[in-house]
Nanobody, 124 residues
Framework: QVQLVESGGGLVQAGGSLRLSCAAS????????MGWFRQGPGQERKFVAG????????RIADSVKGRFTISRDNAKNTLYLQMSNLRPEDTAVYYC?????????????????WGQGTQVTVSS
């Protein structure tokens, strides 16, 4: 089983940027698609961005398209989420997750391993 640990969250003003990292240990995640999700207060967990095993294919939620970029470094077993032009509505706990090897999906239920989350708070 893989352990995922997110970092890089914090408090930022609207319009600012943050870079989240997700370090994997226990096994390589190079054979897995990876994703970022977020969960705001009183809300369900939602897909933010996903990336294929080799990093060549990505999928970004419409709500963050043009502002967030997902990337991965398989040599470092690490996933990233670069967030720019942040808005108050981006405030949430952000989770990384390892998904299936055969498809890049937005469905939360298809991801088997999850990190503990990192809080991102955007002030207006």
């Amino acid at each position: 089983q893989v352990q995922l640990v997110e970092s890089g969250g914090g408090l930022v003003q609207a319009g600012g940027s943050l870079r989240l990292s997700c370090a994997a240990s226990g096994r390589s995640v190079s054979a897995a698609t990876m994703g970022w999700f977020r969960q705001g207060p009183g809300q369900e967990r939602k897909f933010v961005a996903g990336i294929s095993r080799n990093g060549f294919d990505t999928r970004i939620a419409d709500s963050v398209k043009g502002r967030f970029t997902i990337s991965r470094d398989n040599a470092k077993n690490t996933l990233y989420l670069q967030m720019s032009n942040l808005r108050p509505e981006d405030t949430a706990v952000y989770y990384c997750a390892a998904g299936p090897s055969y498809t890049l999906t937005t469905q939360t239920t298809m991801y088997s391993d999850w990190g503990q989350g990192t809080q991102v708070t955007v002030s207006s």
